[in-house]
Every structure is written in structure tokens, then in C-alpha cells.
């Protein structure tokens, strides 16, 4: 059975940091591409980061650059996200997701976009607040 389960989530002042985890089981996380997208309350589910199968390149949406850190552990079979300087704004629901076409490749900046991929975690609530 294929399962996603993210977890870290918490409440943390400004400035302040968190480690997501994405574990999967029932297939092998580095074979896949794995994005992160967070849902703030009324607001559309927004990619935050990625990394691809294989060589594990990442990418950034331009407001956590330089703050979140995306990684992969392929003996754990867990994507992370280092999340650094928090700010009110990082507050959300992070879901991690797969790509489970095979051996696909997200061009240019599809990797954001929510229907590139087909399996999803439950989620993690990140609440960022003094």
C-alpha cells in the first residue's frame, strides 16, 4: 500500500525553525519527483519546494529562497524540508506529494503546480506566531 506521511509540523515564533519529514513506503521515494506545497486558510495550495528522481535537483518558490533547505535520505526512504527564519506568512498546511509517472521530468516550473502530481500525504500543520 502506497503512503505518504508527513510530520514536524508545530507552532514556532518568527525566526524560528522546523524539519518536516515526508516518509513514504510502498515504493522508493528516489525513483520519484517529490514536491512540498503548503495551503494557508482561503488561500489555493502553492508549491513551495521539489526535488527530482534520480539526481535530486531542488527548486524554490522566490519567498522561502535562501530559508528552506529540501533533502532526501533514499536508506530512510524520507524527503525533508528545512525550514529556517520563519515567518507569519510560512503558516500553512505542508503537504508532500509524489509524482509517480515513471521516469518523468517536470520542465521548467510545472514542478509547482499541484496537478503534476497523483499521490498526496494527509499534511502537517506549520503555524508561525509570537
Known amino acids: 500500500q502506497l503512503q505518504l506521511v508527513e510530520s514536524g509540523g508545530g507552532l514556532v515564533q518568527p525566526g524560528g525553525s522546523l524539519r518536516l519529514s515526508c516518509a513514504a513506503s510502498g515504493f522508493t521515494l528516489d525513483y520519484y519527483n517529490i514536491g512540498w506545497f503548503r495551503q494557508a486558510p482561503g488561500k489555493e495550495r502553492e508549491g513551495v519546494s521539489y526535488?527530482?528522481?534520480?539526481?535530486?535537483?531542488?527548486k524554490y518558490t522566490d519567498s522561502v529562497k535562501g530559508r528552506f533547505t529540501i533533502s532526501r535520505d533514499n536508506a530512510k526512504n524520507t524527503v525533508y524540508l528545512q525550514m529556517n527564519s520563519l515567518k507569519p506568512e510560512d503558516t500553512g498546511i505542508y503537504y508532500c506529494a509524489a509524482d509517480l509517472r515513471p521516469n518523468h521530468f517536470l520542465r521548467g516550473s510545472s514542478w509547482n503546480r499541484p496537478g503534476q502530481y497523483d499521490f498526496w500525504g494527509q499534511g502537517t500543520q506549520v503555524t508561525v506566531s509570537s
Open positions: 526535488i527530482s528522481r534520480n539526481n535530486g535537483s531542488t
